[in-house]
């Protein structure tokens, strides 16, 4: 890997870092909204949808920086 792709690859790993931080943001936030509906199932949903968001998220971010640690180490 030369030093153009590598760098290309950790602009890539950067975008994916924040949007799995926004993704997150988004699902704790689903979550959170678990207080205002009335039935169970709407609460059901809330909570499945926000847990999946957390964890689709939070996977993102970690990946992420597993592969820009990398990639750094490379850069150097």
Same mark, same amino acid.
């Given at each position: +890997?030369? @030093?153009? %792709? !590598?760098?290309?690859? &950790?602009?890539? *790993?950067? &975008?994916? @870092?924040?949007?799995? *931080? *926004? &993704? #997150? ?5 689903? =979550? !959170?909204?678990?207080?205002?509906? %009335? =039935? $169970? !199932? @709407? ?6 949808? /926000?847990?999946? #968001?957390? &964890?689709? /998220?939070?996977? +993102? +971010?970690?990946? =992420? $920086?597993? $592969?820009?640690? %990398?990639? @750094?180490? #490379?850069? $150097?």
């Amino acid at each position: +890997m030369d @030093q153009l %792709e !590598i760098k290309g690859k &950790i602009k890539t *790993f950067q &975008i994916n @870092q924040a949007l799995g *931080f *926004f &993704i #997150l943001f988004f699902g704790v936030v689903v =979550s !959170i909204a678990l207080i205002y509906p %009335e =039935s $169970r !199932i @709407q609460k059901m949903t809330n909570l499945i949808a /926000g847990l999946t #968001l957390v &964890i689709i /998220g939070g996977g +993102m +971010m970690l990946f =992420s $920086r597993k $592969r820009l640690n %990398e990639l @750094q180490k #490379l850069d $150097r």
